[in-house]
């Protein structure tokens, strides 16, 4: 079992380190981040909790095979469209597809456990009602004192493992494993009706940021311009401004060109110098004002792109 206390300055390697995520952290809020992630990962399950002090959009794949909650300990994000509130616990399921906005402070504390397992207890245990529930709903309404329990049923497990890991051997996973497994079942059984999404404007403008996501992922190394999304949309600018201004809290442009900014970063993380020049990465994703980009590269990650350490030859 992987036990382990990190802490990150750059949002993608922190999102690289959760395993059996295939997930990718673009920062948008500006200056040097800290975060820190701590995990416990098995063959059968996995509890991380992570802390980022800057506003981040995470996109990706949850582990297959895998039933994941996770609830906010601190400022609510958005996930899949909807807002999370403090009793609210999101859901994900065997390689499920999401986008997560997190906004500055975020922490989170995910737990996942083997689906095909968790099925079988939970047809035991659990009405049609709540097992229908767990196929389909992506977030629950749990009341506190129930997510007050499973906390500290879990907690000290997870703390005492990761600060003693000479005590980590099969008995203290089967543990910790029949511990998650009992809190799933006590989250589907003790929920109330699943959280709706706020309808009408903020429905619509969480399903506009993230098609301009998409329709931007498809792209390539051809940046769309804000014209470019309202055409393919069939939306006014205003619309489209309005929309990430209350999913994201910034302008589509600011948003979009810090994507670029991280996608930049990650390039030079991970080439040498000798096989691409800055100036070369930089236009390669639509910076050719390289004065202007400098600006704001030095403004998003809180040092200048020659100060980003380059992978070795």
């Excluded at 309005?242 to 600011?254: C, D, I, K, L, W």
């Amino acid at each position: 079992m992987l036990a382990e206390v990190r802490t990150f300055n750059d949002p993608q390697q922190h999102a690289g380190s959760i395993q059996g995520w295939r997930q990718v952290y673009d920062q948008l809020g500006r200056g040097c981040l800290t975060s820190e992630l701590r995990q416990l990962s098995s063959d059968r399950f996995q509890i991380f909790q992570e802390v980022l002090d800057k506003r981040v959009v995470q996109r990706g794949y949850a582990p297959k095979g895998r039933l994941c909650a996770a609830m906010s300990l601190g400022c609510a994000p958005v996930v899949q469209g909807q807002q999370v509130g403090t009793h609210s616990v999101v859901l994900l399921r065997d390689g499920e597809e999401f986008v997560l906005h997190a906004p500055e402070g975020m922490h989170f504390f995910a737990l996942n456990v083997d689906a095909v397992r968790f099925a079988k207890l939970a047809a035991f245990e659990l009405s049609d009602d709540q097992l229908k529930r767990m196929k389909t709903t992506s977030q629950l309404s749990v009341d506190d004192a129930l997510l007050l329990r499973i906390r500290q049923r879990i907690h000290p497990l997870f703390r005492h493992l990761l600060e003693q890991t000479d005590a980590i051997n099969s008995t203290a996973e089967k543990m910790l494993e029949e511990e998650l497994l009992g809190a799933f079942l006590d989250l589907f059984s003790h929920a109330t009706d699943e959280v709706r999404c706020r309808r009408g404007n903020f429905a619509v403008s969480a399903y506009l940021v993230k098609r301009c996501q998409e329709l931007i992922d498809a792209s390539g190394d051809t940046p769309l311009s804000i014209l470019d999304l309202c055409e393919h949309l069939r939306v006014s600018r205003r619309t489209l401004q309005n929309s990430f201004q209350a999913v994201t809290g910034m302008r589509p442009v600011e948003y979009l060109r810090n994507l670029r900014l991280n996608a930049v970063r990650r390039c030079l993380i991970t080439t040498s110098a000798c096989t691409h020049n800055i100036s070369e990465i930089a236009m390669a994703m639509g910076f050719f004002h390289l004065s202007h980009f400098a600006a704001h590269y030095r403004q998003l990650f809180g040092e200048s792109p020659s100060e980003t350490l380059r992978a070795m030859r």
